[in-house]
C-alpha cells in the first residue's frame, strides 16, 4: 500500500430495500465531500424479491468506476454482514460508514482524516444530528460529558450510556480488521463494534463536532421491527456481566437506559400498555436520572429546532 492509498478513504454503504432517490442522495454527499481521495463501496443487501432491486442496480451501473463500486448480495446477509463485505474490498487506509438513507455535510471526511492523523488515532466517532420525517430535529447525539478517554474509561461511559452512530466512525483499515469487523448481530451492530474496539485496546479519538445528518423513517430498518425489543432485551442481559466492574450508580443508569430504550421500541410498534409499564421501570429504576435525563434531552432537541 502507498501512502497515497493510506490517505484514501473508503466509505461502505449498506442498502437494503431502499428507493434509488435515497440511495442517491447518500452517494451524492460522498462525491461532494471537500475531501476528494474517497472510495465508495455499495454493498446491495436487499432481497431478490425487492421491487426496485433493479432500479438500484441501474443506478449503481450508471455511476460506477474505479472509486464507485457496487456488489449485490445474493441473498440478505444483514447489515453486520453486508458491512463486513464492504470491509472486505476496501482498499483506503481508513474506513468509515453511511447508511444508504443519511449523509454527510462536505466536510465530514476532510475534517475527520485531519484529525486521525493527527491524534495518530486508531478510531475516531463524532456528534451527529437526527432529523424525523416532518424535518424536525428529534435528536442530537454528543459525547461532550466523556470525562477520560483511556480504554477503561471509555469502557465505563459506553456501557452505561454508549457510543454509537456508525457513520461518526472512522478506522484504521487495518486495525478495523484485526478485531474483525462487525459481529453478526441483529441489533446493535455498532455498540458491539465499539466495545470490541476499547476492549482491543485501539487508541481512540472523539471529534466534537457534527458532519453528518441522520433521517428516521417509518419505513424499513431493523430499529422499526418486533425484532429491535428482542434484541434490546437480549443486549440488556449481555451488559448484566459487566455489573461486577461497575458501581450500583452506573447499573441503575444502565437500567434506565434500557427501559427508557424499551419505550421507544414499545411505541414504535404500536405497543402501549407494554410502553406505560416500560416508562414506569425507567422511573423506578432511578427517578433522578428520569427527570434530569428527559429535561436535558428537551432542553436540546428545542435548542436544535431552533438553530433551523
Same mark, same amino acid.
Given at each position: 500500500?502507498?501512502?497515497n492509498d493510506?490517505?484514501?478513504v473508503?466509505?461502505?454503504? +449498506?442498502?437494503?430495500?431502499?428507493?434509488?432517490?435515497y440511495?442517491?442522495?447518500?452517494?451524492?454527499?460522498?462525491? @461532494?465531500?471537500?475531501?476528494?481521495?474517497?472510495?465508495? /463501496?455499495?454493498?446491495?443487501?436487499?432481497?431478490?424479491?425487492?421491487?426496485?432491486?433493479? @432500479?438500484?442496480?441501474?443506478?449503481?451501473?450508471?455511476?460506477?468506476?474505479?472509486?464507485? /463500486?457496487?456488489?449485490?448480495?445474493?441473498?440478505?446477509?444483514?447489515?453486520?454482514?453486508?458491512? &463486513?463485505?464492504?470491509?472486505?474490498?476496501?482498499?483506503?487506509?481508513?474506513?468509515?460508514?453511511?447508511?444508504?438513507?443519511?449523509? !454527510?455535510?462536505?466536510?465530514?471526511? @476532510?475534517?475527520?482524516?485531519?484529525?486521525?492523523?493527527?491524534?495518530?488515532?486508531?478510531?475516531?466517532?463524532?456528534?451527529?444530528?437526527?432529523?424525523?420525517?416532518?424535518?424536525?430535529?428529534?435528536?442530537?447525539?454528543?459525547?461532550?460529558?466523556?470525562?477520560?478517554?483511556?480504554?477503561?474509561?471509555?469502557?465505563?461511559?459506553?456501557?452505561?450510556?454508549?457510543?454509537? *452512530?456508525? +457513520?461518526?466512525?472512522?478506522?484504521?483499515?487495518?486495525?478495523?480488521?484485526?478485531?474483525?469487523?462487525?459481529?453478526?448481530?441483529?441489533? *446493535?451492530?455498532?455498540?458491539?463494534?465499539?466495545?470490541?474496539?476499547?476492549?482491543?485496546?485501539?487508541?481512540?479519538?472523539?471529534?466534537?463536532?457534527?458532519?453528518?445528518?441522520?433521517?428516521?423513517?417509518?419505513?424499513? *430498518? /431493523?430499529?422499526?421491527?418486533?425484532?429491535?425489543?428482542?434484541?434490546?432485551?437480549?443486549?440488556?442481559?449481555?451488559k448484566?456481566?459487566?455489573?461486577?466492574?461497575? &458501581?450500583?450508580?452506573?447499573?441503575? !443508569?444502565?437500567?434506565?437506559r434500557?427501559?427508557?430504550?424499551m419505550?421507544?421500541?414499545?411505541?414504535r410498534?404500536?405497543?402501549?400498555?407494554?410502553l406505560?409499564?416500560? *416508562?414506569?421501570?425507567?422511573?423506578?429504576?432511578?427517578?433522578?436520572?428520569?427527570?434530569?435525563?428527559?429535561?436535558? !434531552?428537551?432542553?436540546?432537541?428545542?435548542?436544535?429546532?431552533?438553530?433551523?
Amino acid at each position: 500500500m502507498t501512502e497515497n492509498d493510506n490517505a484514501k478513504v473508503s466509505v461502505i454503504i +449498506p442498502t437494503y430495500k431502499r428507493p434509488v432517490s435515497y440511495l442517491s442522495r447518500a452517494v451524492r454527499s460522498i462525491t @461532494e465531500q471537500t475531501y476528494d481521495n474517497v472510495e465508495i /463501496i455499495v454493498v446491495d443487501d436487499s432481497p431478490a424479491s425487492y421491487e426496485h432491486r433493479d @432500479e438500484i442496480k441501474q443506478y449503481m451501473a450508471s455511476i460506477c468506476s474505479e472509486q464507485i /463500486i457496487y456488489l449485490q448480495n445474493e441473498k440478505n446477509l444483514g447489515g453486520s454482514l453486508a458491512r &463486513n463485505r464492504g470491509i472486505e474490498k476496501a482498499n483506503g487506509g481508513f474506513i468509515t460508514f453511511l447508511d444508504d438513507d443519511d449523509e !454527510y455535510k462536505p466536510q465530514k471526511i @476532510e475534517n475527520q482524516v485531519k484529525f486521525m492523523q493527527e491524534g495518530d488515532y486508531d478510531l475516531t466517532f463524532s456528534d451527529m444530528i437526527m432529523y424525523g420525517t416532518n424535518g424536525a430535529v428529534v435528536d442530537y447525539r454528543d459525547y461532550k460529558d466523556i470525562p477520560a478517554f483511556d480504554n477503561e474509561s471509555l469502557l465505563y461511559f459506553h456501557l452505561t450510556r454508549k457510543i454509537t *452512530g456508525t +457513520p461518526t466512525f472512522m478506522f484504521k483499515a487495518e486495525k478495523l480488521k484485526e478485531i474483525g469487523g462487525f459481529d453478526d448481530a441483529k441489533s *446493535g451492530q455498532e455498540y458491539f463494534l465499539m466495545l470490541k474496539a476499547i476492549e482491543s485496546g485501539l487508541k481512540i479519538g472523539y471529534l466534537p463536532r457534527c458532519d453528518v445528518k441522520v433521517y428516521k423513517h417509518a419505513d424499513g *430498518g /431493523i430499529t422499526q421491527s418486533k425484532d429491535r425489543i428482542a434484541a434490546e432485551q437480549k443486549n440488556f442481559e449481555f451488559k448484566k456481566k459487566y455489573y461486577p466492574r461497575l &458501581n450500583k450508580k452506573q447499573i441503575q !443508569y444502565i437500567a434506565f437506559r434500557h427501559w427508557a430504550a424499551m419505550v421507544v421500541a414499545y411505541k414504535r410498534n404500536h405497543m402501549y400498555m407494554h410502553l406505560i409499564g416500560a *416508562g414506569i421501570k425507567a422511573f423506578v429504576a432511578s427517578p433522578v436520572v428520569f427527570f434530569k435525563e428527559g429535561l436535558l !434531552y428537551a432542553k436540546k432537541i428545542i435548542k436544535y429546532n431552533r438553530r433551523k
